[in-house]
């Protein structure tokens, strides 16, 4: 096994049993768990909230990656912890101060990640690498799944690899949307290390997940 993550996206499980779907894919060999937050403003969907989190999080003990797709976002923070977030990532558009919101994620003890859209540049990130866990790359437009990978965002995984790098701090690097089997080796070498995967994983059903996944990882 390598050290690629791979992190199901439970936006495309079956939603009338999630709580099934996420023992099934944490089964089936996945590394963390991608939850997907949409509040219907900030993104053109509404997916769950922070009960429906907490009423998963007995289901698996595999780590919750809880993608934020809210604004504001500061006054969700703590519900999202009290949940059992181990990881939030939230957009730098959410919010007036992202160093705030980095700053009331670590509080929690939970690790903060940034969002970074197709069009968003990564010289944001200048000036907070010293203080987050994960920089996350979305590779389609966020609001759904089942997109088109958006080719040019390879070129800012492969920058922000270089970003991270040279910090020498111990930061993640995951790719969000369009990731299937053509795509996934693309962002690896691009230097993604961890993989969020809605459709990709799920398709086929149950029986199909280990298989899916595996094949995501390259193996
Ligand atoms: C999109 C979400 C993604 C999405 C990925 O806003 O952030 O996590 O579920 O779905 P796929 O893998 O189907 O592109
Ligand atoms: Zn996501």
Same mark, same amino acid.
């Given at each position: 096994?390598?050290?690629?993550?791979?992190?199901?996206?439970?936006? #495309? @499980?079956?939603?009338?049993?999630?709580?099934?779907?996420? &023992?099934?894919?944490? &089964?089936?060999?996945?590394?963390?768990? /991608?939850?997907?937050?949409?509040?219907? /403003?900030?993104?053109?969907?509404?997916?769950?909230?922070? +009960?429906?989190?907490?009423? =998963?999080?007995?289901?698996?003990?595999?780590?919750?990656?809880? /993608?934020?797709?809210?604004?504001?976002?500061?006054?969700?923070?703590?519900?999202?912890?009290? @949940?059992? @977030?181990?990881?939030?990532?939230?957009?730098?558009?959410?919010?007036?101060?992202?160093?705030?919101?980095?700053?009331?994620?670590?509080?929690?003890?939970?690790?903060? %990640?940034?969002?970074?859209?197709?069009?968003?540049?990564? #010289?944001?990130?200048?000036?907070?690498?010293?203080?987050?866990?994960?920089? =996350?790359?979305?590779?389609?437009?966020?609001?759904? %799944?089942?997109?088109?990978?958006?080719? #040019?965002?390879?070129?800012?995984? #492969?920058?922000?690899?270089?970003?991270?790098?040279?910090?020498?701090?111990?930061?993640?690097?995951?790719?969000?949307?369009?990731?299937?089997?053509?795509?996934?080796? =693309?962002?690896?070498?691009?230097?993604?290390?961890?993989?969020?995967?809605?459709? &990709?994983?799920?398709?086929?059903?149950?029986?199909?997940?280990?298989?899916?996944? @595996? &094949? =995501?990882?390259? +193996?």
């Amino acid at each position: 096994t390598n050290n690629i993550k791979i992190a199901p996206s439970i936006l #495309s @499980a079956d939603f009338a049993q999630l709580g099934a779907e996420i &023992a099934r894919i944490d &089964a089936a060999g996945c590394d963390w768990i /991608h939850i997907d937050v949409m509040d219907g /403003h900030f993104v053109p969907n509404i997916t769950i909230g922070p +009960q429906v989190v907490k009423a =998963l999080r007995p289901h698996s003990e595999k780590p919750f990656d809880v /993608h934020l797709m809210i604004s504001p976002v500061d006054q969700y923070i703590d519900a999202f912890a009290d @949940a059992g @977030a181990d990881i939030i990532s939230f957009h730098p558009e959410a919010g007036p101060h992202m160093h705030r919101t980095v700053q009331s994620i670590k509080a929690r003890g939970v690790g903060a %990640g940034i969002v970074l859209n197709p069009a968003t540049s990564l #010289s944001c990130l200048d000036h907070i690498m010293g203080d987050i866990d994960l920089i =996350l790359v979305m590779s389609v437009n966020p609001g759904f %799944g089942g997109q088109k990978f958006i080719h #040019s965002q390879l070129e800012k995984i #492969s920058a922000i690899r270089k970003m991270i790098d040279a910090s020498g701090r111990d930061i993640r690097l995951e790719v969000d949307g369009g990731i299937d089997r053509a795509t996934a080796p =693309l962002a690896i070498s691009a230097g993604a290390d961890v993989l969020v995967a809605g459709t &990709a994983t799920f398709t086929g059903g149950p029986d199909k997940y280990a298989e899916n996944i @595996a &094949a =995501l990882r390259g +193996q």
